[in-house]
Every structure is written in structure tokens, then in C-alpha cells.
């Protein structure tokens, strides 16, 4: 075996000042890998991930190694205090998904952040325990070793216990993260606490309290976070701080099996996220409708791929926002939502001679919004499993609030329903009846955890954080390669452009594209915003090589690292 290998990415600028256009960027290739790797947000996470797999552990037991230890190095959004999605493939080819989304509590109700006039009040569902919704991600983590894992959840779990004891060394992105919300973490938690120091760049943090938990949950399994002691002070901390969790709430909470939504493209087999994550369906619409064109003739990221694939994210997020939301609770047609059929007709009034008005498509009365601050990581092991994970607690840090004696940060994940339906929520994105808030519902998630096959063979593990722009970010990852025959690294390095039905503008990153691509779109009615659009997606993703082996791609838009051997 070789040695682990980390990925060093080369670029000729740095992302937040360089002025060179990206299209002039050379080409990149990420980590080579003969066996195994793990892409994720954090060196630390990647390479506890690959110990496990070293270990002759499984993709499952170094999903929740990696879940866990980004909870420990990547507290912006890794979690025990959040939740998420799986995807998975095993070496024998067989698919499912695990839905570990946050719920609302058994005390919510539709109009819990109204004031008496029906306004909304500001900062309910975003800070504080007020916005925390029952955490889902211990409980996914043990459901799915349960089902799929192999090595004792001991030897799993003791590396993440000695990473946080030993600590972790602050990035400079890490650095200016903390600079950035030091001040609404003391507002929100009223006292300092941790992360509330002035933290610089090399300094080394260690978790004591949150080895401590993680030592209790080692012990006595899933049901210390939900039944047992840790779940007694959690409730008692968020009932003191306002919140509306119960002990209940957490008793209650279980992971759920869903069927992922599966879908061609070319000679491609998608595997995406199910509802409650509009991943998957938003995925299959934008898809069906691009696959008549010939973007490959077109070229990356011309104006007429941009166009293309513009109008398709249009109608396919007028959709999200009108007939998606938990299906244990509202009926999604989707069927006829990721059937080629729907998505021709939805096309039908598309021209390459001016933009379509997103006024002018049906269901416009709503609009979607949804934390940038997630997170990714996807796993290969020597055996042929495949996971895709995107976890989060919704906002940066969540709530802000963070729980001193038990040492994690708690999600703000309730800002995801419809708190008004037609309200945009703190990302922009609007939400219909079919996402209000209910006991015990989930709420709306673009998560995108994806999967993809290549004449019936594993061939690629792709996602990214990002909110509204994960969709689109997922979706050209896989364009570059599939369609522009570009490699791993490559294909997550190169600029992206991200729509979603309202607000009615194309977002590109900076310094990106060409005067002539954005001149050319203007002058066909399209605006663009490259003002708001600093970061669209940190795409974590695998390739599998023509030769068996494999590629990471890890985005430099982060601290993300690919691991192998």
C-alpha cells in the first residue's frame, strides 16, 4: 500500500483576490489513490477516515468516523448537534438513502415565529434555541453502522475522542471565521465560552467536553444523545435558553431509510436524495432538461451551455419551492416531476434568442433561501462501497449557541421551513404550504449527497455545502467531467454560476467568466450578480479512473483535503 497521500492544490491565484480569469487557469489533477480515499472538509477528518479504512473498516464505519471528527475540526458546520443525508452504493451494487434531517419539535406549529400582526419576527428561527430543531446525526451515524457497518463502534470512535483531547490547529480560514461571528456568539450565548477567544492562525484548540461526550457516547451507544444523560442536560439547557426541545423530543427522534430518486442521463445512472432533501427531484428536472442539448459542442461554460442550463435551474426551482417538503407529511408527485415528458414540456417556451422571466413561470409566488454553511465529504473503500454525506447545522455555527458542558454547537435548522409561506427565508429562498412547520416534520433540504454510475459501475461520488447553489454545484461537477471530459480536481476547481428561480439573476463567482460570456447574456435579457457570489460551493468528490483507480477532487475554495491509498 502507499502512503496516505494529502492533496496539494498548485493554482496560479488565490481565490478571494486574484484577477486572472479562470478560464485561463491550467489544468489541475487531484490525488491518485490505487484502493481507497476520503474527501472532506478537513485534513484531520480525511485522515481519520483513512485510518479506519486502513483498519479493514468499511465506507460506514469511516462515515462515522469522519462525521464525527468533523464535529471536532470543522465546528462551522461537522456537527453531533446538526444532521443530514447518506447516499450509499455497496460493492454489490445495491443503492439506498439515509434521511437524518432535523425535525421539528412536538411543541412547533405553523405560525411559532409570528408576531400578532403575522410578521415574522426577526432572529427567531435563526438564533438561539428557539431555532434548533431535534439533531438527527448521532442517530444517522448509528443507523447506518448498524445496518452496513463492520468494525466495533469502539475503535471507531476512540480516534475522533483523541483528536479532540489532542486539538486542533486553527487555519487561517478558521481564523477569519471566528474573528467574523465572535461577536454574535457572545451575543447569543450572553458569556464567553471556547470558541469565543481570540483564536489565531497555529494556535491548537482542544475539545475537552466534547471528547468527554463522545466518551459517553462510545460507552453507551445512540441512546446517550437521545435518552440518556447527555440528553437530560441537552433538553434542560435549551428549555433554560428558551428553546422548545424536550427530553421527548429527543427520546423520540429516529433515522429514516428512504429510496433515493435514481435517474439517467446519457449513459450515466444518477443516485440522489429523496425528499425531504429537494436534491435529487431538482437534480433529475435540471438534467432531463439539459440532456437534448449538445453543451459539449457548446463548450464549458460559453454562453450557450450558461443559457442552457440557466433555464433549466429556472423551472426546476419554481417547482422546488411549490411542491417539495417531507414526504411522511405532504404528497410530492415524483414521478411526473423527474419524468423527461414533464421536463420537455416545462422547456417548451425556453429560446436561445432571449431569457425567460422567472414572473412569467407558474408557481411564482414563492421564493427559496438556505444556509451556504454545510458540509461534504465523500468516501471509497477497498472493497467497492461508496458513500456521499452532506451534513449541517444549517447556518454557520449553527444557532450560535453553543453548550459549554457538553461542548458542540446546536443547528438553527428551523429557518428551513416556510416560517411564512412566501417569505423568503435568510438565504433568499421561498417556501409554499408544502414546507410549513409541523410537530416532528422535517424540513426542506438542496442537500444533493449524489452517486453516480457509468454502464452499471460505480464511477462517481460528488457533493458540496452551499445552500440554494448545492444543486448547481453537483450538477456542473458532473457536466465537466461527463460532458467537457475533464478530470476530478479539475472539474471541482473551475468557476461555477448558479440560478434559482427568484431572485431572477444569474450569480458567478468573481473574476471568472469572460466580459464577452456576460455581455453576450445581457444582451439576451439575463443579470447578472457577481457581487453576491463569493463562494458557490465546495464540492468534496471521487472519480473511479478508466484503470480502477481513483481521483479526488477537493475544493480549494476551502481547507477540504483527499486522502488515499
Known sequence: MKKSLIVILSLCYLFSNCKTNYLKEKNTTGVIA???????????????????????????????????????????????????????????????????????????????????????????????????????????????????????????????????????????????????????????NKDTFLLTRPWKEG????????????????KNGRDEFYKGETAKKLAAFLQKEGGYITEEDLAKYEAKWRKPIVFPYDDLTIISMSPPSSGG???????????????????????????????????AYADRSYFLGDPDFVSIPTKKLTSKEYTSERMGSFSFEKATKSSDLSHGNVEIVESNETTHYSIVDAFGNAVSVTTTLNGAYGAKLFTSE??????????????????????????????EIAPEKRMLSSMTPTIVEKNDKLWMVVGTPGGSTIITSVLQTIL????????????????????????????????????????????KGYSIDETNAPVIGKVDAILVLPNGKLEGGADHRGDDTAIGF
Not at 506 to 514: A, L, Q, V, Y
Request: net charge neutral; charged share 25%.
Open 34 to 188: 490505487n484502493t481507497a480515499m476520503v474527501v472532506s472538509a478537513r485534513q484531520e477528518a480525511s485522515q481519520i477516515g483513512i485510518t479506519i479504512l486502513k483498519k479493514g473498516g468499511n465506507a460506514f464505519d469511516a462515515m462515522m468516523a469522519t462525521e464525527l471528527a468533523l464535529a471536532v475540526a470543522y465546528p462551522y458546520a461537522g456537527n453531533i448537534g446538526g444532521g443530514g443525508f447518506m447516499v450509499y452504493r455497496t460493492q454489490t451494487g445495491e443503492i439506498g438513502a439515509l434521511d437524518y434531517r432535523e425535525k421539528a419539535p412536538l411543541s412547533a406549529h405553523r405560525d411559532m415565529y409570528l408576531d400578532e400582526l403575522k410578521n415574522i419576527i426577526p432572529g427567531k428561527s435563526t438564533k438561539g434555541a428557539s431555532a434548533v430543531g431535534v439533531p438527527g446525526t448521532i442517530a444517522g451515524i448509528f443507523e447506518a453502522h448498524k445496518k452496513l457497518g463492520s468494525l466495533p463502534i469502539e475503535q471507531i470512535i476512540q480516534p475522533v475522542i483523541d483528536l479532540a483531547k489532542k486539538g486542533i490547529v486553527i487555519t487561517k480560514k478558521q481564523e477569519k471565521r471566528l474573528q467574523k461571528y465572535r461577536d454574535i456568539f457572545l451575543e447569543v
Open 203 to 218: 494556535d491548537t484548540i482542544k475539545y475537552n467536553a466534547l471528547a468527554e461526550t463522545l466518551t459517553k457516547i462510545k
Open 281 to 315: 427531484i431538482c437534480l433529475a428536472e435540471i438534467m432531463n432538461a439539459i440532456e437534448p442539448f449538445d453543451l459539449h459542442e457548446y463548450g464549458h461554460n460559453s454562453a450557450k451551455s450558461i443559457q442552457v442550463i440557466t433555464e433549466a435551474e429556472r423551472r
Open 406 to 435: 457538553l461542548g458542540f454547537f446546536l443547528n438553527n435548522e428551523m429557518d428551513d421551513f416556510s416560517s411564512k409561506p412566501g417569505e423568503p427565508n435568510m438565504f433568499g429562498l421561498v417556501g409554499a404550504k408544502a414546507n
Open 480 to 523: 465537466n467531467v461527463h460532458e467537457y471530459k475533464m478530470g476530478m480536481q479539475e472539474a471541482v476547481s473551475k468557476p461555477r454560476f448558479h440560478h434559482q428561480w427568484l431572485p431572477d439573476v444569474i450569480k458567478m463567482e468573481p473574476n471568472s467568466f469572460s466580459n464577452e460570456v456576460k455581455s453576450m447574456l445581457s444582451e
